[in-house]
């Protein structure tokens, strides 16, 4: 009997798992992933540049120039500024600050002064320590006015002589002009005590032969240089005038003039 026989697959001859591999569902196509929705950036509302207050427009201050002969304010603006500086450097004489209310009453009469001073042809700081106000009246003292006389080009000296002895004293003086013809003016004891003036308390009593110089001088200069001081008198002889109003701290100043020769 022929025995049937099963032909055995090659090794090599894999087509029989073919057959025998299960049926398997075929997988699905891979679905890419959804992409995440931008998140918007959160919206900054930029807040509104401050609201700045307009700056008060400030001047600069007026300059003082200063020049040769020292500070030459040449505005009311200058002048005032001056005056603040003299007054806060305790620069001005008290017979010129006397009875002054207010600082707008001290620039009043600083100002004032200064400009007496320019038309007589001194310089800021000199107007400031030669002219004063007393009793309403713009003054000049008695050196300062032999000093404007001395400056000028026509002047040929001023002479001043004490004659006589005792109460029979009293003092010439003379200024001379080129091409004017002078008189001695004179003042003594006896014309001090017609005026009231001869033993009053003060520079009268203190220095009586100063005074006597100061009086004779001031007549002999105001005669001759009438259009140079244009009309100004000297403090000393104002000082002497009844119902000054500031006539202590005048009197004081010119006893420190006197003192000081």
């Avoid at 032999?146 to 001023?158: F, K, M």
């Avoid at 003036?197 to 009593?205: E, I, K, T």
């Amino acid at each position: 009997m022929t025995k049937k026989t099963t032909k055995q697959p090659e090794l090599d001859d894999l087509s029989f798992l073919a057959d025998a591999t299960p049926n398997q569902p075929e997988p699905e196509a891979t679905k890419p992933e959804p992409k995440p929705e931008p998140v918007p950036e959160p919206v900054i509302k930029a807040e509104p540049p401050p609201v700045l207050a307009k700056a008060e427009v400030i001047p600069a201050p007026t300059p003082i120039r200063f020049g040769p002969r020292g500070f030459e304010p040449d505005t009311f603006e200058a002048v005032q500024r001056l005056a603040r500086f003299y007054y806060a450097g305790d620069a001005l004489p008290k017979s010129t600050m006397a009875g002054a209310r207010d600082m707008g009453a001290i620039i009043a009469r600083i100002g004032i002064i200064l400009e007496r001073g320019k038309a007589l042809g001194l310089p800021a700081g000199t107007a400031l320590e030669s002219i004063t106000i007393i009793n309403s009246r713009v003054c000049l003292w008695g050196d300062a006015m032999l000093g404007i006389v001395l400056a000028h080009a026509d002047c040929e000296g001023v002479e001043c002589v004490m004659q006589g002895t005792g109460d029979d004293r009293f003092v010439v003086c003379t200024a001379y002009r080129r091409g004017r013809k002078v008189s001695p003016s004179r003042f003594g004891v006896a014309d001090a005590k017609r005026a009231g003036l001869w033993g009053r308390s003060g520079p009268w009593s203190s220095y009586p032969d100063r005074m006597l110089q100061a009086r004779a001088r001031g007549f002999a200069l105001r005669d001759t240089w009438a259009d140079v001081l244009t009309g100004i008198k000297p403090a000393e002889e104002v000082l002497d005038y009844d119902e000054n109003r500031n006539h202590a701290e005048g009197q004081a100043e010119l006893m420190e003039r006197l003192r000081a020769g």
